[in-house]
């Protein structure tokens, strides 16, 4: 690496260029979903996993794979089934034949890539779904005796059908907060339904390049890392996670303390991708609702009177205004 | 350099956030100290509420001190100040870049300039007004206008406590008058006495503490002056008895001439305040007409002339004998004469309204003089021929130009209705339980006069 490629690696305002240049070109070949791309944009700055809950047929595979490209990144998708054994997800052990004699060689799985697209995580069954813990919190594999250290950068996208509950294993709490982010994926407008269509079926469509590489984001999440927070927002954000342990009817269980972590995080990485190098209010109560959406255990009240998480996530919003 | 130059930028906002808060503080508070205030005022049209303007006054003076306070108090900070500016679309860079000031790196440097550049370009997007919200500002004024307005506008009830505080304060200063003269009256007590004195003197006190509470329950200029002529009975009662307990005991020299002395000393004061009690009534309540008769009686008269001096009228002075004895003198009024010689002669001007004069016969020598005037007009006024006769009577009553001189051995008499024994009676009996109801008697006579009159029945 050159001297200016490193220097340029440093710079802050170099590398917001490069990320927005990124969410551009994520733009090309997903129509719509715009706050998706966003989310997930911030998830790959700060090195989040994600959790994409949607209809099938919502390009959620069409969105890991362009991002991989954008980011010149190596993918790998695995449809859980369940069927699917933790040995098909992290590889195993194989005996091999070599010139002195019969030995184990470890067979990486399909995790050992940079972008992992989990498809249907809840189909799988609950041991194959741990098989995924180690790798999304720890960036390790360990099979046997020996521990696999995953490529840099690693992300897991996961998939969830919201509607399908027959044969499926919902994911337990422990593993739901190791997701960054819960991004629903909503049906597109008319609009962007008549792009999706002209996009795919058509001869519009643009191939997409990469614009920035697995050194760059890693360069890019040093420095979103290191956005300052002025103590008006992080008492706003702290506040925001501590009003979800508030008596409320609709709350069963508030957001862990790892949804701290990753609401600063995650807001950091809004500020930094509309070019800025600090905190708002604003980009605190955008980054709220993929957070804490899935950290939340809505009550019985909630599920009976048909309110949502996120409806849970505006009221708290709403109560807790910015102190100015 | 442009560092001090942003921190300046948020300073100069921050003085005008305490300033904007200060004036929202005071039109707030002036809002409320006129909304109080004009409770007082309204009070003041239902109720004697003397001190409404005071109160006023003060809810305002207390309003604008609790705004001073609070904005003291709540005075806004360097970062609330930034947090403020940020609220104008900066989206918190300000206050980031203020926070981090003085950290090190690339990353904060470059944030404050970012910040430094937008507050640059877009300071005036920074529109901090002054004052409060017009609609609060017009409340407030009018509220305070309403009050003013208030406290200007006229009322009986206004009239009523101005009257009453009047009365209050006069209350009070007789009050501690009663008190100055009920602790010589105590230290008088100390003194080596026989029953009969200390009970003279105890009755004395008894007398004035039940003064003091008429003072203390007195809510009207009537009851006030009713008070004032119970009072002033009272000190020229007190008067006399003292001086004569003061003679009693000189005479009798069974104590220090000092008591004796201090005796005379408290009974001379006591006549001066009675005197002043009856200059107070004048002022207090102008009624001095109708009591004309009675005001005017003269010193001397009392003194001279008997016990019953004291009601007649014009300003005599005399020198009457201590135990000048007359039953009746004095009730005359006008310029008088009394000269109590060893007869005990009154005599009274042609100009007076003396019902019966000058017979008191005086044990000892001692001459009394009146002099006073009185514009009531009488349609008859009769001395024993005795007095008529001796040539101490002035004036010439024969051939008068205004009036017609009779002469009968046993008085005149005229042709008129007849009233019954019961209907005078009746009318006596109505007039005195109206002046024991008006306070018109001294405290502890009004079961004397039901009696009285009791015992007709």
Known sequence: MSESDRSRLQDPSYLAQRAADCEREIRKGIVGQEEVIRQVMQAMLTGGNVLLEGMPGLGKTRLVSTISKVFDLSFKRIQFTPDLMPSDVTGTNIIVKNEQGNSFSFERGPIFAHLILADEINRATPKTQSALLEAMQEHTVTVGNESHTLAEPFLVLATQNPIENEGTYPLPEAQLDRFMFKILVRFPSKEELKGIVALTEGSQAQPVEKQMDGEELLAARAVVNQIPVADAVMDYLLEIVMETHAPNPHIREGASPRAAQALIRAARAQAFLEGRLNVSFQDVEEAAYPVLRHRILPSFDAISQGVSEDDIIREILAVRKPQV | ?457
């Open chain 2, 1 to 457: 350099m442009e560092q001090k130059e942003f921190v300046n930028i948020i300073r100069a906002y921050r003085h005008r956030l305490n300033l904007a808060g200060f004036l929202k503080k005071l039109v707030f508070s002036l809002g409320v100290g006129a909304g109080a205030g004009i409770l007082f005022q309204a009070a003041a049209f239902f109720t004697p509420f003397y001190g409404a303007n005071v109160y006023t006054a003060v809810s305002m003076l207390l309003a604008i001190a609790a705004a001073a306070a609070a904005a003291l108090v709540r005075r806004v900070t360097m970062e609330q100040a930034a947090l403020t500016m940020d609220s104008f679309g900066f989206q918190e860079r300000i206050i980031t870049a203020y926070e981090h000031r003085e950290d090190d790196g690339a990353l904060f440097a470059l944030q404050r300039k970012d910040a430094m550049d937008r507050l640059k370009e877009h300071r005036n997007r920074i529109r901090i007004p002054l004052w409060p919200d017009r609609k609060k500002t017009i409340l407030s004024a009018l509220l305070l206008a309403a009050a003013v307005g208030l406290a200007i506008v006229p009322s009986p009830m206004k009239e009523r406590a101005k009257e009453l505080h009047q009365v209050q304060k006069e209350a009070v200063a007789k009050e501690e008058e009663i008190e100055e003269v009920l602790e010589e009256l105590e230290e008088l007590e100390q003194q080596t006495l026989t029953p009969e004195q200390l009970a003279s003197l105890q009755e004395m006190t008894e007398g004035l503490q039940s003064s003091l509470a008429e003072y203390g329950q007195a809510v009207s200029a009537d009851e006030l002056q009713a008070a004032n002529d119970k009072l002033r009975y009272k000190y020229d009662a007190m008067s006399g008895q003292i001086a004569d307990l003061a003679q009693s005991l000189q005479n009798g020299a069974s104590v220090s001439p000092i008591t004796a002395e201090s005796m005379q000393a408290m009974a001379d004061k006591l006549q001066e305040m009675s005197g002043k009690s009856a200059d107070g009534d004048k002022v207090a309540s102008g009624q001095e007409g109708s009591q004309g008769d009675g005001q005017e009686s003269g010193q001397g008269g009392s003194q001279g002339d008997g016990q019953e001096g004291s009601q007649g009228s014009g300003q005599g002075d005399g020198q009457g004998g201590s135990q000048g004895d007359g039953q009746e003198g004095g009730q005359g009024s006008g310029q008088g004469d009394g000269q109590g010689g060893s007869q005990g002669d009154g005599q009274s001007g042609s100009q007076g309204d003396g019902q019966g004069g000058g017979q008191g016969d005086g044990q000892s020598g001692g001459a009394g003089r009146g002099t006073g005037t009185a514009n009531n007009s009488h349609d008859y006024v009769s001395i024993p021929n005795a007095v008529a006769d001796s040539g101490n009577l002035t004036g010439n009553a024969v051939n008068h130009d205004n009036s017609d001189y009779f002469r009968a051995p046993n008085g005149l008499s005229w042709e008129g209705t007849h009233i019954s024994y019961e209907a005078v009676i009746g009318s006596y009996e109505q007039n005195a339980y109206e002046g024991i109801a008006t306070g018109r008697y001294p405290s502890g006579m009004e079961s004397v006069i039901k009696d009285y009159f009791a015992s007709f029945n």
